[in-house]
């Protein structure tokens, strides 16, 4: 089977599409792989490193400077005829888009070209690239129930779940003397998303600096791209371990006590599939506020407990931190309720449900 994924930007988009890749790879003997991302963000550099054959497009996303915007048109437009290009030549059965304004040209293309499509959209509100293709998707998955109102398409949509979510199941969790942690001693653990938060970042600084008289530790997960200017100067409490980045997040979490996380749908399959209690703080700086939507369907079933950053001071972050550290009910009734939303076979779904597509004869899965 031939196969080409495109998903682009950030993290949110590359992690659920190299695990749809992995389990492509684990059902499929022949698979040959391409994927199609952007010229110049970071999955350029992590999809070649990983062995899959990869083909950036020169494209940017759209701003309010409409001279730029005209550019990108042009952009496109190149970029369209250069897909059409590279799938007369490659001859894919299916072409797959699970996120980013990158993986317009290449739907459309397919499109074109009458190749099988599937979109995966990852977020309760769909984001401005998966409204803009699903027209020419022939299957869409969705991560949260809700988002089907938000698609105008004659397309199948399926629920599927968030494909990352089964994927940290199999990641081994760390080891806490590896970390600089104490065995023993419980572990709270902040993540503040692929690319890090800068507002998140100065609302915490002043906890991490007062919490020295606990007797619970703390990792904190700056991103990289703070690291240096969070650290600068600033001696930290020795119960306090500030990180730039941990490679297979899965495995810390797995050995943490409560996790404090951003909104972002990866993260949320994967505190999900790990059972872990959560205090969640959505961005707001992300487009239509996905990130609050996407908490607040969990947060209505029960799964985890929220503070919305326009209400986050040290002082409740501490309240909210020890009050959940030491009720062990509310702990063991957010892991009830999370293993009643999880959904552990997410990449299996869609595997089943694109080979339908192609035209194998499989059971079916997943419909909505």
Same mark, same amino acid.
């Given at each position: 089977?031939?196969?080409?994924?495109?998903?682009?930007?950030?993290?949110?988009?590359?992690?659920?599409?190299?695990?749809?890749i992995d389990e492509f790879k684990k059902r499929e003997k022949n698979l040959e792989?391409?994927?199609?991302?952007?010229?110049?963000?970071?999955?350029?550099?992590?999809?070649?490193?990983?062995?899959?054959?990869?083909?950036?497009?020169?494209?940017?996303?759209?701003?309010?400077?409409?001279?730029?915007?005209?550019?990108?048109?042009f952009c496109i437009q190149i970029a369209i005829k250069k897909c059409q290009k590279i799938m007369k030549e490659f001859k894919p059965d299916v072409v797959i888009g699970v996120g980013g304004y990158v993986t317009y040209p290449v739907l459309k293309a397919a499109k074109e070209l009458n190749i099988k499509t599937f979109i995966h959209e990852q977020n309760s509100i769909p984001g401005k690239s998966n409204k803009m293709i699903a027209k020419y998707a022939d299957l869409i998955g969705v991560t949260f129930i809700k988002s089907k109102e938000y698609f105008k398409t004659n397309g199948k949509i399926i629920y599927t779940g968030h494909p990352c979510g089964a994927k940290a199941l199999s990641i081994p969790k760390k080891d806490k003397k590896d970390l600089g942690l104490t065995n023993g001693k419980r572990l709270v653990t902040f993540v503040a998303g692929s690319l890090g938060s800068d507002s998140l970042n100065n609302?915490?600084?002043?906890?991490?600096?007062?919490?020295?008289?606990?007797?619970?530790?703390?990792?904190?997960?700056?991103?990289?791209?703070?690291?240096?200017?969070?650290?600068?100067?600033?001696?930290?409490?020795? !119960?306090?371990?500030?990180?730039?980045?941990? %490679?297979?997040?899965?495995? +810390? &979490?797995?050995?943490?006590?409560?996790?404090?996380?951003?909104a972002g749908a990866g993260s949320l399959s994967e505190i999900l599939a790990l059972q872990i209690p959560s205090i969640i703080i959505p961005s707001p700086n992300v487009a239509n506020n996905h990130q609050y939507y996407n908490a607040k369907e969990l947060l209505d079933k029960g799964c985890i407990s929220m503070i919305e950053e326009s !209400?986050?001071?040290?002082?409740k972050?501490? %309240?909210?931190?020890?009050? +959940? &550290?030491?009720?062990?009910r509310k702990r063991s009734h957010l892991k009830?309720?999370?293993?009643k939303e999880s959904t552990f076979n997410s990449a299996s779904i869609i595997y089943t449900e694109i080979k339908k597509l192609t035209g194998s004869d499989v059971s079916e899965e997943g419909t909505i």
């Amino acid at each position: 089977m031939k196969i080409i994924v495109t998903a682009g930007g950030t993290m949110g988009h590359i992690n659920p599409a190299l695990a749809i890749i992995d389990e492509f790879k684990k059902r499929e003997k022949n698979l040959e792989v391409l994927y199609i991302g952007t010229h110049n963000r970071m999955e350029k550099d992590l999809i070649p490193k990983l062995g899959i054959k990869y083909i950036p497009l020169t494209m940017y996303g759209f701003t309010k400077n409409i001279f730029l915007d005209v550019k990108n048109i042009f952009c496109i437009q190149i970029a369209i005829k250069k897909c059409q290009k590279i799938m007369k030549e490659f001859k894919p059965d299916v072409v797959i888009g699970v996120g980013g304004y990158v993986t317009y040209p290449v739907l459309k293309a397919a499109k074109e070209l009458n190749i099988k499509t599937f979109i995966h959209e990852q977020n309760s509100i769909p984001g401005k690239s998966n409204k803009m293709i699903a027209k020419y998707a022939d299957l869409i998955g969705v991560t949260f129930i809700k988002s089907k109102e938000y698609f105008k398409t004659n397309g199948k949509i399926i629920y599927t779940g968030h494909p990352c979510g089964a994927k940290a199941l199999s990641i081994p969790k760390k080891d806490k003397k590896d970390l600089g942690l104490t065995n023993g001693k419980r572990l709270v653990t902040f993540v503040a998303g692929s690319l890090g938060s800068d507002s998140l970042n100065n609302k915490v600084k002043n906890y991490l600096m007062n919490i020295k008289d606990k007797d619970y530790e703390v990792v904190y997960i700056t991103g990289k791209m703070h690291y240096q200017a969070f650290t600068k100067n600033t001696s930290f409490p020795n !119960n306090v371990k500030v990180l730039p980045y941990v %490679e297979q997040l899965p495995g +810390l &979490l797995k050995i943490s006590d409560i996790v404090v996380s951003r909104a972002g749908a990866g993260s949320l399959s994967e505190i999900l599939a790990l059972q872990i209690p959560s205090i969640i703080i959505p961005s707001p700086n992300v487009a239509n506020n996905h990130q609050y939507y996407n908490a607040k369907e969990l947060l209505d079933k029960g799964c985890i407990s929220m503070i919305e950053e326009s !209400n986050l001071t040290s002082k409740k972050l501490e %309240e909210e931190i020890d009050s +959940l &550290l030491d009720d062990v009910r509310k702990r063991s009734h957010l892991k009830a309720m999370m293993q009643k939303e999880s959904t552990f076979n997410s990449a299996s779904i869609i595997y089943t449900e694109i080979k339908k597509l192609t035209g194998s004869d499989v059971s079916e899965e997943g419909t909505i």
